[in-house]
């Protein structure tokens, strides 16, 4: 020990240790230690390189410019060019062909196109389609399964899920195998493909998947974690063989552009003058494994890899982001050759972070200073060998930033890591929350941060959902800067007024938002100031939309769901990362509300949970009695129209009141008494849409009248 050393700081170190032991395992969890993580794994790629795929039956059709510039259509592209594809990859011995393109609608080149489409797929047992699983919010279940358009599966064809899941950086590197979905499991492409490989004619293939593994066939493929398995890359963007789509569709049988049309594909070639023979006599695609998919930069499915940054032959230093078919390719190769990355056993991480520990306290404790800080430098020299090594020659993946940080913060000492600690939560939190509550909430949570500890509780608030009408479409008609300027506009003038409401962001989806009204402090008038905040979000989107009429802008129109019941609210995550957030049935509820508007053509609907509170205070007209999908007990929703004190023309009072005897009469199945209100509602109102679709039910059930039982509820079929 060094002289000087007092025999009280044994103690002191042993504490000091321990801490740094428990705080590396803990910190593992944190979002930015778990990237860095992910980075270090990037940088081990990197020393590695990239490995041969000469011998591997993978090449990739590609959609690039040079396509797009020589067929006679721009993208997309009629289904027939796939069609034909198809066919010149059976003729030339394709073993595989998967296409990942998404066909989950009718071609719009016409009805005939897919037809030949399906046709085609009906020949042959090899070729995959491309399905998806559409996360809604991520925080929840809302999950929807779009499988390829179903005249193409009517044949069994086969199809896999498009499975790219970015970390939290945006790179990609883990893979989801196998997905469940509604208890069935599904193939992703390069599972789906693999299959189809391997098992072509063979009934008894098998796959399933556990907490730890994907089984396919006879491959058991560990998972990196539960996202996936850990994606082995071969190199980077290009590093697989690459044909332009337009090599195969040019044939005899069909005509590129007139500078482009040179049979290529069925060009027999000419030995005596050097003509090298085309794709279907040059064997280059017999027993192949063809992926196709796009690299046209302006389709947006170029993705972040390890290999994002790479040096060329040259030596220069080139960034590559990789197309979204070659990653899949990397998935399938990774597979077909049993070349996982394996992850160290959980466990073993643990005693390995114990290990180190030890180290780093004996070297602290009965070494002099410099000579434990010579020791502390040396053994994360020889353990960052150890990572490299194992993950260059034995694919083994050791942790490399928890074993470093027990080192680091183990010689650091418990004070400055506590410090630093302490100082970096603070700033998370104001960072977390400083966008989402109003400062008076910060500063409470700043006071009091055990406010923010795991768990919820249970705790009636009011929930608001706004969403905008058609952003698909509209975001089609802007560049990507137009539209990220134009949603952050709309986005920080409705969030002001949610703030001023007392309400909190709990998210932003896109152009959605979700707040809550009541929490994290309380409030006895959370159900008013949702309403509130509803109407000044759409009074403010009035004038926006007058503003951007004079920019030349679209036109955005929101609908907006309000739902006031008890929820479980509080921080829901891991014990270092975690949001503050909302759940439950009411919740639920609340997004329905939202989407139920277009039903009805309505801009704010609340549910009667909120009605029963805010009734006195607002000016409201009954909708409809629904029953939202999975549940059974109906509820009442309405229109939610401006404050008590708002002053309408005397029109349309006379309106809102007759509408609710229409109402009325309809529940009374006063059919005819129904009508004669509603026409005299639309000759008030022509727009309306609630009143036309009150008078086309009466008109029915007046010819064909419900069931004695009937209780006036509908059903909603979409979420």
């Not at 482009?260 to 695609?285: E, N, R, T």
């Not at 949001?579 to 039903?599: I, S």
């Not at 199945?669 to 026409?679: K, M, S, T, V």
């Not at 086309?696 to 007046?702: G, I």
Request: hydrophobic residues 45%.
């Amino acid at each position: 020990m060094e002289a000087g050393k007092p025999k009280a700081k044994w103690y002191v170190y042993f504490l000091i240790f321990i801490a740094a032991i428990l705080g590396a395992i803990i910190l593992s969890n944190l979002a930015i230690l778990q990237t860095l993580e992910l980075k270090s794994i990037d940088w081990r790629f990197d020393l590695r390189g990239p490995q041969p795929v000469e011998d591997l039956p993978i090449v990739i059709l590609a959609i690039d410019d040079q396509s797009d510039e020589s067929t006679p259509a721009r993208w997309p592209w009629p289904r027939s060019y796939f069609a034909h594809v198809i066919e010149n990859l059976e003729q030339a011995g394709a073993a595989a062909i998967a296409i990942d393109v998404i066909f989950d609608q009718p071609d719009r080149s016409g009805p005939e196109q897919d037809d030949v489409f399906a046709s085609t797929l009906a020949k042959y047992d090899n070729v995959v389609l491309t399905g998806k699983l559409l996360r809604t919010f991520s925080r929840y279940s809302f999950e929807t399964l779009i499988p390829p358009y179903e005249k193409f599966i009517e044949s069994h064809t086969a199809w896999g899920l498009a499975a790219l899941e970015s970390d939290l950086d945006g790179f990609y590197r883990r893979y989801p195998v196998i997905q469940e979905y509604n208890d069935s499991l599904y193939l992703s492409l390069a599972a789906q493909l693999l299959r189809i490989y391997e098992a072509r004619g063979d009934n008894s293939y098998r796959y399933a998947m556990s907490d730890q593994a994907y089984r396919l066939g006879n491959h058991i493929i560990p998972k990196f974690d539960w996202l996936g398995m850990l994606i082995n890359y071969y190199g980077p963007a290009g590093t697989f063989k690459y044909y332009s789509f337009d090599n195969v569709l040019d044939d005899s049988e069909f005509d590129l552009r007139e500078d482009f049309d040179m049979d290529v594909f069925d060009d027999p070639g000419d030995s005596a003058l050097g003509i090298p023979p085309g794709l279907k006599y040059s064997g280059a695609l017999k027993d192949k494994i063809v992926l196709i998919g796009s690299t046209i930069q302006e389709l947006h499915d170029n993705f972040p890899t390890p290999f994002l940054e790479y040096r060329n032959a040259n030596g220069e230093l080139v960034k590559a982001e990789m197309p979204g078919v070659e990653i899949h390719a990397n998935a399938l190769a990774t597979i077909l050759t049993d070349s996982y990355l394996k992850p160290v056993p959980i466990l073993w991480v643990y005693a390995l972070v114990v290990l180190l520990g030890l180290l780093i306290f004996l070297f602290a404790r009965y070494t002099p200073t410099v000579v434990s800080a010579l020791l502390v430098l040396i053994l994360l020299a020889l353990y960052t060998v150890l990572t490299i090594f194992s993950f260059v020659n034995y694919r083994i993946v050791f942790p490399l930033i928890s074993p470093v940080a027990v080192m680091v913060l183990g010689y650091v000492g418990f004070t400055i890591y506590n410090f630093v600690l302490t100082q970096k939560e603070k700033r998370m939190l104001r960072g977390a929350f400083a966008h989402y509550v109003p400062e008076s909430v910060i500063r409470e949570i700043m006071n009091d941060p055990q406010k923010l500890s795991l768990g919820g509780e249970e705790r009636v608030l009011t929930i608001l959902f706004s969403d905008v009408a058609g952003f698909t479409t509209i975001s089609e008609q802007l560049t990507p800067h137009e539209l990220v300027a134009l949603l952050n506009e709309y986005l920080t003038e409705m969030t002001e007024i949610v703030l001023e409401h007392k309400g909190t962001i709990d998210k932003f989806e896109g152009d959605a938002i979700m707040a809550e009204f009541g929490a994290p402090i309380a409030f006895p008038d959370h159900a008013q100031m949702a309403c509130r905040a509803a109407l000044a979000m759409q009074a403010k989107l009035k004038k926006l939309r007058m503003k951007w009429k004079e920019e030349g802008k679209p036109q955005l129109h929101v609908r907006i769901g309000i739902n006031t019941g008890e929820v479980i609210i509080g921080n829901m995550g891991s014990r270092n990362t975690f949001d503050y957030t909302a759940m439950g049935d009411h919740v639920n509820l609340g997004a329905r509300l939202e989407g139920a508007n277009k039903f009805y053509g309505t801009h704010i609907m609340i549910s009667e949970f909120t009605h029963r509170v805010v009734k006195d205070d607002f000016i409201t007209r009954p909708l409809d009695l629904i029953r939202v999908k999975g549940k059974t007990k109906p509820i009442e929703v309405f229109e939610l129209i401006a404050t008590k004190d708002t002053k309408f023309t005397d029109q349309f009072n006379e309106f809102l009141e007759l509408y609710r005897k229409g109402i009325v009469a309809y529940r009374k199945r006063n059919w005819l008494q129904a009508i004669d209100i509603f026409d005299y509602c639309l000759k008030l109102v022509p727009d309306d849409k609630p009143s036309k679709l009150y008078r086309e039910r009466c008109v029915d059930f007046r010819l064909n009248p419900p069931p004695p039982d009937w209780d006036g509820v509908i059903t909603m079929k979409e979420k």
